[in-house]
């Protein structure tokens, strides 16, 4: 059955029970909201600035979201979204010919379908010449989310396939929020991510302790607490365990949120931090977010510099689909009370 709802201005549709109400938009595909009905909060990132539906976005019109090629996509950004099939900005011709920043599975039209607490979605991506397929299913307090891309061209595909999560207030607090991952060997972004970068660009290091440009350490298991900061590190998921997660800790709110997904399907975390340093319209020095980024490839960039790089670690940077094939994934997010950060996420 096909249900419509509005959520923030946008159309939507939602799955609930007793615990959890998920909503999910109808441009864009975007899982909006997993909101705890205990404490009333999501743990996922509502912008700062209004939300319109991407098919409505005209640049000389709406100049409040910048006149870059990410435009369109923050008018209509919100919780987690899919980055397929790229993770990262476009080359100067594929911005001409329109695509748009983590590609266009975040802005076309999905149809949405509700059953019960099930949930299914279809979208084709003209750009890209891929379909999506995704299934979402609430179980207590987890919601399993299984995924397929189908490559309809006659042309084996290289595509970066990144699940964008990003945490924002009033889950996310400065100095507060705590962050565990299954990560190990982790690099910092290799150049200038932003102007408030506090952490020394192109440094390698273990999980969770990162290397400032001062000489010290930071140790990424706390959201930071500096009045204004940017940063992003990737991180290769332990390959000694079936399932890669992380785990993100409300001390105020009592509550636990995260992901769990197999490692072969997605060997990389990145960690994005956004802390009141983009000036830029629409970020206008006002937005507190923290991106857990789970995916294919460990890096945002362009498509021939992620094709360029082949390898970080010795592990693969993105992912073949074959001509004519279809490839399906399974993660789980899960929403918990909880006194303090569980160091592990079990299937429910």
């Not at 997605?266 to 980024?293: V, Y």
Request: aromatic share 10%; glycine share 8%.
């Amino acid at each position: 059955m096909s249900v419509s709802r509005e959520y923030r201005g946008r159309r939507a549709a939602i799955v609930e029970n007793d615990d959890v109400r998920v909503t999910v938009l109808e441009e864009g595909g975007h899982i909006a909201e997993i909101l705890d009905k205990r404490s009333g909060v999501n743990p996922l990132w509502t912008p700062p600035w209004k939300s319109i539906e991407p098919s409505t976005y005209l640049r000389a019109r709406h100049t409040e979201y910048g006149s870059g090629s990410d435009a369109k996509l923050l008018a209509g950004i919100m919780g987690h979204n899919l980055c397929v099939d790229i993770f990262g900005g476009p080359s100067d011709e594929e911005a001409a010919a329109g695509l748009t920043p983590h590609g266009d599975a975040s802005i076309v039209p999905y149809e949405l379908e509700v059953a019960g607490q099930a949930m299914s979605m279809r979208a084709l991506l003209p750009l890209a010449e891929l379909r999506i397929e995704r299934r979402l299913e609430l179980r207590d307090r987890a919601i399993s989310i299984r995924e397929a891309i189908e490559n309809v061209t006659a042309c084996d595909r290289p595509i970066g396939w990144t699940e964008h999560v990003t945490l924002g207030p009033p889950f996310l607090e400065k100095g507060l929020t705590e962050l565990r991952a299954s990560a190990t060997r982790s690099k910092v972004f290799e150049r200038a991510f932003g102007v408030d970068d506090y952490l020394l660009a192109g440094a390698t290091f273990d999980w969770p302790f990162a290397p400032r440009v001062d000489g010290g350490r930071c140790d990424l298991r706390r959201f930071t607490s500096a009045t204004a900061s940017s940063a992003y590190t990737a991180h290769l998921m332990d390959a000694a365990r079936e399932h890669a997660f992380f785990v993100a800790f409300s001390p105020r709110a009592r509550l636990a949120f995260g992901c769990l997904w197999q490692r072969r399907d997605f060997p990389w975390l990145g960690i994005w931090e956004e802390n009141h340093s983009r000036s830029r319209a629409p970020w206008n020095g006002a937005t507190l977010a923290c991106g857990m980024e789970f995916g294919a490839s460990p890096m945002p960039e362009s498509r021939r510099e992620m094709i360029d790089r082949g390898r970080l670690f010795d592990v693969p940077t993105y992912r073949w689909i074959p001509a004519k094939s279809r490839v399906e994934v399974e993660y789980w997010a899960i929403i918990r009370d909880a006194d303090a950060v569980p160091e592990l996420l079990d299937l429910p």
